[in-house]
């Protein structure tokens, strides 16, 4: 197994291993949230579309979300040009926004697509559902 899938799951288990050394639960993956993610990501690679969480062709990733079924609450973090899960996380990790979700003790699944294309050489997306509000 390798190539985008390898890359998507690695991420994950990166994520998963910083908030066991935080004392919070492991995030499962979930196929709808990895679905839409992976669109998303796809969408703004292949459309060079700015970052933002409200541009592409359902209004952003809430409305990318919403046209995949998905009805929970969610976070989102995006990345681009990181070529390396690692990186990806590092990133993620060193925006306080973006940690936040990452160390949430509201996050219960995770879905992560990555693509690579575009202006940032790749795009990388995580939906995270959350119980409550966010």
Request: proline fraction near 4%; glycine fraction near 14%.
């Amino acid at each position: 197994m390798g190539g985008q899938f390898f890359f998507e799951l690695e991420v994950v288990r990166i994520i998963n291993e910083i908030r066991a050394e935080n004392g919070l639960n492991q995030l499962p993956t979930d196929n709808t949230l990895m679905m839409a993610a992976r669109f998303y990501a796809q969408t703004m690679a292949n459309l060079n579309l700015n970052l933002g969480h409200n541009v592409g062709p359902y209004g952003g990733s809430r409305g990318t979300a919403d046209a995949f079924g998905i009805t929970s609450a969610l976070a989102m973090n995006g990345a681009g040009d990181a070529n390396t899960p690692q990186g990806v996380v590092d990133m993620w990790m060193n925006s306080p926004g973006h940690r936040d979700n990452i160390l949430s003790p509201n996050a219960t699944r995770i879905g992560l697509g990555s693509h690579a294309g575009g202006t940032w050489g790749a795009f990388h997306y995580t939906l995270f559902e959350w119980w409550g509000q966010i």
